[in-house]
């Protein structure tokens, strides 16, 4: 039952998207990124589903949205990308998490607190967000000895190293071969002086479709599994999130009114108008007053007047609509990426606005 927004979440088409990169590295080892509350789709149910259908390992932002998952009965391995305080370490190793380990002076702290900590290590190759830095080749050497001392740390228990590439999503391909490069160059001098590494991995969604003989071991996947591959593809993926909302009142209006705050929309003839459920609380941006359109039965119905915390106003003129009848927002007929297009930003933003308090979740799966 819901009287505002739905939010449906659909299974067999995160099934899908999964399978679809999965099968183009058919041989790696699969990381489902589910931070962020899983771009807005649910963290613990989407971790669920895809254990459930064997994905082993997770990867989430903070030990917070890691806790969750575990005290859910998440039984995979679960790397925490960002970094968890010294003094809340405790938790990693009780919660049997996976830490990132971005330097030599952060992985002596953790070892300081006399706890076996399984950890992955990142190296910074161009990112520039953190990881232990190898930019270019005249780094190699400091960059190694740096993962070696955390390698040679007691209470460190190495599975595994990693980057992230800045512009796979991009033109720019001799950037991330550059990054690929540093990478492998790294990971080659360390094992060359007899050290095992673990688990190696580099891709994301883009690189995993775009760079497909530039991987390793295991291939970290997000917004390409919710859907929305973040470069030109002929793969086909499927939105896994689809938004309704609710008609609340209907009202006609003549010439010479104005609809919502700043009457930023003003009617020159007779006009139906519906109100919707709907509104940037929800995570519908202020941005799209009066420059969108949601769909109700094929018909797209703009967007008039600014979008308010709760409501939204579209005209629906002519056509048989009633109060309680359902809108979409987006999903299957109406798409995220021309939103995000319009707005200047990407799907994953959109995505992970949509606010889980406020929202009726459904998750649907056949
Ligand atoms: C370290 C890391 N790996 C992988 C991903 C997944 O990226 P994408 O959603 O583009 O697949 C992210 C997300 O930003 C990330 O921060």
Redesign the pocket.
Known sequence: MFDRVKVVVNLNHLWHNYTLLKSIHHDKRV?A?V?ADA?GHGGVQVAHFLESKGCDFF?VTDLLEAIELREAGIKSDILI?GKTLPENIKKVSEYDLIQTVDSYDYAYQLNQQNLKIKIHI?IDTGMSRFGIYHHRQEDLSSAKAEVIQILNLKNMINQGI?S?FAC??EDNENFTNGQFNQFKSLVEAIENEGYSLGLKHV????S?IKYKDRTFDMV???????GYP?IKTKLKFLPVMSVFARVIALRNLQAGDGVSYGQTYQINDHRRIASIAIGYADGYPRFFSNNDIFIFKGHSLPVVGRVCMGVTMVDVTGLSINIGDQVEVFGIHKSLESMAVKMDTIT?ELLTNMSKKRLLFEYIYE
């Open positions: 990381m990124v931070k771009y990867a990308f990142i990693y992230h796979a999503d891709s994301n969604s883009a995993i970290r996947t997000g917004i390409a599994m919710y973040p994953y």
